[in-house]
């Protein structure tokens, strides 16, 4: 009997069509493969920005809302137990090798549970009251403009805290908000690709006639979503 671990995966998967028709999606899906290219939210940038992480001052750190790296999305999960996140994200989807996609930079998210105890008190809370501490002190330096802390300031948010997420550990597995469930994994920036760096396409099989005529020139795995 095989000793290998069933539950994360050798490809790490990207979705296309969360909140979308499934004629949207097929098509976004369709222009990523021929593009070749996997770009970040809002996807309509002009030129090539840098990404950067954006922070909402505003926002708890806990939310998820204070630091908005820009990223392309990929999930750790066996094709085989895909079921509950294309119920999330969509039927429409293509993968990528582990190690392809880690020479790109990828890495996974640090989950953080919201009601873990750092002490007496909740880790979510705990988080916020430090992290407004510590952006005040970054504000304070970075009004200093003393390149080396504004080096570090960069190399925290978006090298370390870009990569946290929390999740509320009450809600069940297949609730849109138990993140936890997802075993995210993140590339800061797009994604370029060749189409033979794709290791598996995900489609309903109502859509596989049209994709062949669509990318002719795609011979990995297809993989029907129903």
């Given at each position: 009997?095989?000793?290998?671990?069933?539950?994360?995966s050798?490809?790490?998967?990207?979705?296309?069509?969360?909140?979308?028709?499934?004629?949207?999606?097929?098509?976004l899906?369709?222009?990523?493969?021929?593009?070749?290219?996997?770009?970040?939210?809002?996807?309509?940038?002009?030129?090539?920005?840098?990404?950067?992480?954006?922070?909402?001052?505003?926002?708890?750190?806990?939310?998820?809302?204070?630091?908005?790296?820009?990223?392309?999305?990929?999930?750790?999960?066996?094709?085989?137990?895909?079921?509950?996140?294309?119920?999330?994200?969509?039927?429409?989807?293509?993968?990528?090798?582990?190690?392809?996609?880690?020479?790109?930079?990828?890495n996974?998210?640090?989950y953080?549970?919201?009601?873990?105890?750092?002490?007496?008190?909740?880790?979510?809370?705990?988080?916020?009251?430090?992290?407004?501490?510590?952006?005040?002190?970054?504000?304070?330096?970075?009004r200093?403009?003393?390149?080396?802390?504004?080096?570090?300031?960069?190399?925290?948010?978006?090298?370390?805290?870009?990569?946290?997420?929390?999740?509320?550990?009450?809600?069940?597995?297949v609730?849109?908000?138990?993140?936890y469930?997802?075993?995210?994994?993140?590339?800061?920036?797009?994604?370029?690709?060749?189409?033979?760096?794709?290791?598996?396409?995900i489609?309903?099989?109502?859509?596989?006639?049209?994709?062949?005529?669509?990318?002719?020139?795609?011979?990995?795995?297809?993989?029907?979503?129903?």
């Amino acid at each position: 009997m095989s000793d290998l671990q069933r539950y994360v995966s050798e490809e790490l998967t990207h979705f296309t069509g969360r909140d979308k028709p499934d004629e949207d999606s097929y098509g976004l899906l369709v222009k990523i493969i021929k593009e070749e290219l996997l770009t970040y939210p809002p996807h309509d940038k002009s030129g090539n920005l840098p990404p950067i992480s954006i922070i909402n001052g505003e926002a708890n750190f806990s939310s998820n809302k204070m630091i908005n790296p820009d990223c392309v999305c990929f999930c750790d999960i066996p094709v085989n137990d895909l079921r509950i996140h294309m119920k999330k994200y969509g039927k429409f989807g293509l993968s990528f090798s582990k190690n392809f996609l880690i020479s790109h930079g990828a890495n996974p998210v640090f989950y953080n549970a919201l009601n873990s105890l750092c002490g007496s008190i909740e880790r979510g809370r705990y988080f916020n009251g430090q992290m407004s501490k510590f952006n005040e002190l970054f504000n304070q330096w970075l009004r200093e403009k003393d390149q080396d802390k504004v080096s570090l300031y960069q190399f925290l948010y978006y090298d370390i805290l870009s990569f946290f997420q929390f999740f509320d550990d009450k809600k069940n597995e297949v609730d849109f908000e138990n993140y936890y469930m997802e075993r995210e994994w993140r590339v800061i920036g797009d994604l370029k690709f060749k189409i033979e760096d794709i290791q598996r396409v995900i489609i309903p099989k109502e859509f596989s006639g049209r994709f062949r005529e669509d990318v002719g020139n795609y011979y990995g795995q297809i993989t029907f979503a129903d």
